[in-house]
Nanobody, 115 residues
Framework: QVQLVESGGGLVQAGGSLKLSCTASRNIFSVYSMRWYRQAPGKQRESVAFISVGNITYYDVSVRGRFTISRDNAKNTVYLQMNSLKPEDTAVYYC?????????WGQGTQVTVSS
């Protein structure tokens, strides 16, 4: 079973930046699309960024222009660069690997943006 481990979360002031990483336990990026979700306290989980096997990216409107998803296949790692952070970006961020309807999840990393 593939394991996903997120890192890079933390506390940052509004307007600041963070870069999240999600490393897979083995090379899966040639067959798995990757997605970042987030879940804020008391709110539903939402998808924020997606990158396909063919490197097509998609962003939720709430983060478009501020967040960038990318991946390094050689490092088995997908990234989420988050700029111009806002307090409403505060959430636990999860990465997932998707293939044929199955989805593997990481444990999540907390991002807190202070005003």
């Amino acid at each position: 079973q593939v394991q996903l481990v997120e890192s890079g979360g933390g506390l940052v002031q509004a307007g600041g930046s963070l870069k999240l990483s999600c490393t897979a336990s083995r090379n899966i990026f040639s067959v798995y699309s990757m997605r970042w979700y987030r879940q804020a306290p008391g709110k539903q989980r939402e998808s924020v960024a997606f990158i396909s096997v063919g490197n097509i990216t998609y962003y939720d409107v709430s983060v478009r222009g501020r967040f960038t998803i990318s991946r390094d296949n050689a490092k088995n790692t997908v990234y989420l660069q988050m700029n111009s952070l806002k307090p409403e970006d505060t959430a636990v961020y999860y990465c997932t690997a998707q293939r044929f309807g199955s989805e593997l999840w990481g444990q999540g990393t907390q991002v807190t943006v202070s005003s």
